[in-house]
């Protein structure tokens, strides 16, 4: 549950006042019909790959799919996965725009997370990869089921700091300043029976 003592509710969003963050959360950026057409359109034409990442000297399949898209020569590397970057699509440069309208902030490539049901989960991590830049924008765009976004500071043994955000089909997560460098993001796993979820972060390599 989600407390109103770390919130702020304003027409342009809910604002989280959390220490060393700046996070923004449109739970109605698209409507019901465009977010349906939109995960549907997505699901059907998105090359997916699962990618395998190496840990503790073993290889072991992404549990999720995945497909990173953006302007030439924007590629992304992260776990020593490394992808170059797939053409815009029309529904790709629709969110994009509506996005950059938004958060007045261009981006030049996106991440897409398929999460097939909830099995599927991205660990703790934080976009804080050299090619972001300082301070990142990441625009973060939900379709499908509704997942827990779980965060965690990365002193929070010591300040206890966590917070979770239920993430609801066709919303807008928005992440700037410095909260790449203070705190850590993951979808976890479930056993709950769950549908399939899209989830595209905007960023802007450079």
């Known amino acids: 549950m989600q407390s109103t003592k770390d919130k702020q509710t304003t027409d342009e969003g809910i604002d989280y006042q959390l220490p060393d963050a700046n996070i923004r959360y449109f ?9 349906d057409a939109l995960l549907d359109r997505l699901i059907d034409t998105i090359p997916w790959k699962q990618n395998t990442i190496k840990m503790y000297g073993k ?7 995945e497909s990173w898209h ?3 020569g924007k590629s992304y590397g992260y776990s020593g996965i490394r992808m170059n970057p797939m053409p815009w699509t029309p529904e790709l440069l629709f969110i ?20 097939r049901g909830g099995k599927d989960r991205v660990a703790w991590h934080s976009d804080d990869e050299k090619e972001l830049g300082r301070n990142p924008v990441i625009g973060s765009i939900s379709l499908g089921a509704e997942r827990k976004f779980r965060l965690r500071h990365k002193d929070y043994k010591n300040n206890g700091l966590k917070k ?5 089909h066709g919303s807008l997560l928005l992440m700037s300043g410095p909260t790449q460098h203070f705190w850590m993001h993951e979808i976890p796993r479930t056993t709950k029976p769950i549908g399939a979820r899209v989830n595209l972060t905007f960023r802007f390599i450079h």
């Open 164 to 168: 979770e955000i239920l993430l609801c």
């Open 70 to 72: 953006g302007n030439d």
């Open 96 to 115: 994009k725009g509506r996005i950059e309208e938004n958060s007045e902030t261009q981006f030049n490539s996106v991440l897409i997370n398929y999460y």
């Open 27 to 35: 739970p109605n950026f698209f409507t019901r019909e465009k977010s």
């Open 59 to 65: 290889e072991n399949l992404v549990p999720r799919l």
